[in-house]
């Protein structure tokens, strides 16, 4: 019976490798673990559980967000917006690629959707850089990497997941986006800093624009700054700037950027019957995808717990007999590891909540602890065989372009990700101080 709980994690990520759907294959290792052992009546422990996460109005914000994030999409802003930034960076080496990942900063604070994210700028982007001279590897790695920063930059839908999984008043929603907020811009920064290091080292694998091609009048630049800018920062200030100032609960916020987005879509004369139908769709897809995952998660948690799972992953770990920051490098070393083969949203919904009462009765922060699994998740996003980032950019790049050169590109950005997590690990007023302030 001990080892029956790490056994379904076993079976999980078999399940997992052999191609079989996420969400069955969740559910099925509650099943095939818990009717012999606990028998069916335990599973009546589902229904309370599902129900009282349906009626959690936090979650309400989930479906908003992906509607306000893929009607930004639609809207032709980021096309706008990448030109712009392009032209204003034009004299920086390597400005296409930091103007990707401004691009990428910007619309991850205004949208949150990853696959969104990276296919706009695959499409925008990519075709341009390998025109320009750019590396396949640098071009496909910066989009890469500046797409997953929807994963940490609020309004990240990974953070409001966490916020609500936690569910401990030390990591609600609003202290989660403060906290998340200042080692998100220092990822971007990052990426920024390594790009500029290597445009000047090899300038030929990332030139800048040609003067010819930014040159515009004062009067000029101004207008299309205003028209490219204003709209995205409005949008991040009326979400954002509401929940940080007490104005909305993070739901009120949602609904707020969902209108916000199809006024914008409306303004740029994007906003068609086609266009609305297929953001609904879209919406609809990704929140079913979300909350199945959420019911299959619920059904492996009461099993584990049920066979004491959590009971003895804690005695694991409290009997190690090591200082807390040990046990927290070994927690978060093996959610690095997890994510190379699983979903980000299994180990949110299964791993993090068995985890968070370990790191509590260490007296590791719970907010700072959770900024850290969410840093820690967005790696999922780009370390193969199962990163989707690199999925998503692929089935938009160019054929020219293959995985092995996607593949080779991320690296220095999943290193670059280690890094900072390892800066707000040392130094946590980077995650703290922001909340604390405000």
């Keep these: 019976m001990e080892i029956l709980p790490f056994l379904m994690f076993v079976g999980l990520i078999v399940f997992v490798l052999t191609g079989f759907p996420v969400a069955f294959s969740i559910g099925a290792m509650a099943l095939l673990f818990g009717l012999p052992t606990l028998g069916l009546n335990w599973f009546n422990l589902l229904v309370l559980n599902i129900w009282g996460i349906m009626s959690n109005f936090l979650l309400v914000a989930v479906p908003l967000f992906v509607f306000m994030g893929v009607m930004l999409e639609r809207s032709g802003l980021a096309e706008e917006l990448l030109e712009t930034l392009g032209i204003l960076l034009g004299r920086v080496p390597g400005s296409l690629a930091i103007a990707v990942t401004a691009m990428g900063a910007i619309l991850a604070a205004s949208t949150g959707i990853i696959g969104a994210t990276v296919v706009t700028m695959t499409v925008l982007a990519l075709p341009t850089m390998l025109r320009r001279g750019y590396s396949p590897e640098l071009a496909t790695g910066t989009i890469c990497a500046a797409g997953t920063l929807g994963q940490i930059i609020p309004p990240s839908i990974v953070l409001l997941l966490l916020a609500s999984i936690a569910n401990v008043p030390e990591v609600n929603v609003g202290k989660l986006f403060f906290a998340a907020f200042l080692p998100g811009w220092l990822l971007a920064l990052l990426y920024m800093l390594y790009i500029f290091v290597f445009a000047l080292r090899h300038p030929d694998k990332a030139p800048a624009i040609p003067l010819s091609e930014r040159r515009l009048s004062p009067l ?21 700037g509401s929940i940080f100032f007490g104005l909305a609960s993070p739901t009120e916020a949602a609904g707020v950027g969902a209108f916000a ?5 409306l303004a740029n004369g994007k906003l068609t019957w086609p266009v609305l139908r297929d953001v609904m769709l879209t919406t609809v897809r990704f929140t079913s995808m979300v909350f199945t995952i959420l019911v299959g998660a619920q059904a492996f948690r009461i099993v584990f717990r049920g066979l004491n799972g959590d009971a003895a992953l804690r005695e694991f770990f409290l009997g190690l007999q090591l200082e807390p920051w040990a046990i927290l490098a070994i927690i978060l070393g093996v959610l690095f590891i997890l994510g190379f083969f699983i979903d980000f949203i299994e180990i949110a919904f299964i ?12 007296g590791i922060d719970p907010l700072w602890f959770t900024v850290l699994v969410a840093m820690n998740l967005q790696t999922s996003f780009l370390t193969p065989p199962f990163g989707f980032a690199l999925f998503y950019l692929k089935g938009a790049a160019p054929p020219e372009v293959k995985l092995e050169q996607i593949y080779r590109g991320i690296v220095p950005f999943v290193i670059i990700q280690l890094i900072g997590l390892i800066l707000v690990i040392l130094f946590p007023p980077i995650a703290l101080w922001l909340p604390k302030f405000l």
């Design 220 to 240: 000029q630049l101004l207008r299309r700054t205003l028209k490219s800018l204003v709209p995205p920062l409005v949008l991040i200030v009326a979400v954002l």
């Design 261 to 265: 987005a199809t006024l914008l879509a």
């Design 351 to 362: 791993h993090f909540p068995i985890l968070l009462p370990i790191v509590r009765e260490l």
